[in-house]
């Protein structure tokens, strides 16, 4: 029987990670693509940089799939862009959140006294920031734009 939960437990966190996307894991999805390289292009996927001239699935390897892709055609032609954000909350103090209640019994006249009291919350905002916009024009980087903070 604990055998058989054991089994389980292993199931539950193989398809809990399954569905994770690390940079081993797309490393593993384009093995191919990442044999071929050099091992200082290797280094630099590992470590999650990117540079002009990369194609879209060595940015994937290093980036994984972008929070958005936006599409832009011309005359010249068509160029697509990845954009990777960056999510966090941001504190923005505390506010009365209504009065909690509690009942204490008075020693002396053996009398409930119900007593309030002010209840403070913090509050939090989340925020996305644009983190990384990377261009490609026929599959290939053409410019990368970044925050630096």
Known sequence: MLNLHRLL???CLTVLC???????SRIEEKSSAFAALDPAIQNNLRLG???????????????GTPDERLTKTTKIGTTETWIYNSYRQEYLGTAHSGYRS????DPKTRQSVVFYEPVYSSIYRDRVDERIRI???ASQ???????KR
């Open 18 to 24: 399954s569905g994770c996307s690390t940079i081993n």
């Open 141 to 147: 980087v053409e410019s990368i734009e970044q925050v």
């Open 49 to 63: 940089r990117v540079a002009v001239g990369y194609s879209t699935d060595l940015v994937y390897i290093a980036l």
């Open 9 to 11: 437990a292993l199931a």
């Open 102 to 105: 509690y009942i204490v019994i």
């Open 135 to 137: 261009s490609f024009k």
